[in-house]
């Protein structure tokens, strides 16, 4: 008779809901790997299920469709941005974040920025047609306001008048064009002078006061880099 004890131990079998909830996260990776590396309307369910390991039905049993998986995408982010750690104040070097995933010095990880907003772009194209979509945009773009509040509110100054809340559009204001200007080819406008405005917007005098950032000639990588290096670790199961 076999030792009890060298017997392995029983698997735990999960939850249809776990089960469910590892196939939904599993295809909105996959998705935000593909609308950054297709954009949104050349991206296809069908593909992006594939690059998951499901078939097409699972996209169907999960969302009502490619937008609804591209507004799960779009939480995916959201959720790192409201998560407290997110800082675009927060000076990033290139060699550190190059480097803060296994494997994402491999990845063209500005690119995958990059090509995200430009989906993001192509998306926000279509729900401006589309009154549902226009409002579930709205209510993902509130949020992401909401987390420059939260920098505006930490960095603020006892001598602003300008209510947070105020402050925090601006940021996203200049965040959002800077993404514009980047997509268009304007590279001058990198990370380094993006942080330097941004502080500008959340604390005019100590901004003013520091010296004008040092630039390479290379630039100094967006703040979404880190967040979207984040992403990697998760494409590639790190």
Same mark, same amino acid.
């Given at each position: 008779m076999?030792?009890?004890?060298s017997a392995p131990p029983p698997r735990t079998r999960r939850t249809q809901a776990e089960r469910r909830r590892e196939t939904r996260e599993a295809l909105v990776i996959a998705a935000?790997?593909?609308?950054?590396?297709?954009?949104?309307? !050349?991206? /296809?369910?069908?593909?992006?299920?594939?690059?998951?390991?499901? /078939?097409?039905?699972?996209?169907? /049993?999960?969302?009502?469709?490619?937008s609804d998986l591209f507004l799960a995408a779009m939480d995916y982010n959201l959720e790192t941005l409201n998560g407290g750690g997110?800082?675009?104040? &927060?000076?990033?070097?290139a060699a550190? !974040?190059?480097?803060?995933?296994?494997?994402?010095?491999?990845?063209d990880v500005a690119g995958l920025v990059?090509?995200?907003g430009l989906a993001t772009l192509e998306f926000i194209a279509t729900a401006a047609r589309d009154d549902e979509l226009v409002k579930a945009l709205r209510e993902r773009m509130r949020r992401m306001i909401d987390a420059y509040g939260r920098?505006? !509110?930490?960095? &603020?100054?006892? !001598?602003?008048?300008?209510? /947070?809340?105020?402050?925090?559009?601006l940021m996203a204001a200049l965040d959002q064009g800077v993404s514009v200007l980047a997509l268009s080819g304007i590279t001058e406008m990198d990370g380094a002078l993006t942080r330097v405005g941004l502080h500008r917007l959340v604390n005019p005098l100590e901004a003013a006061a520091e010296?004008?950032?040092? &630039?390479?000639?290379?630039?100094?990588?967006?703040?979404?880099?880190p967040r979207v290096q984040r992403l990697i670790g998760d494409i590639l199961g790190t």
């Open positions: 076999a030792d009890a004890r935000l790997n593909a609308f950054a590396r297709d954009g949104y309307h !050349t991206a /296809s369910l069908e593909g992006i299920a594939g690059e998951a390991g499901f /078939s097409k039905g699972a996209v169907y /049993s999960n969302f009502n469709g490619k997110w800082n675009p104040l &927060r000076k990033v070097g550190t !974040t190059a480097a803060s995933e296994p494997g994402a010095a491999d990845m990059r090509g995200f920098i505006a !509110t930490e960095a &603020r100054p006892d !001598t602003e008048r300008l209510p /947070s809340d105020d402050v925090a559009r010296p004008a950032p040092e &630039r390479d000639g290379q630039g100094e990588p967006l703040a979404d880099i």
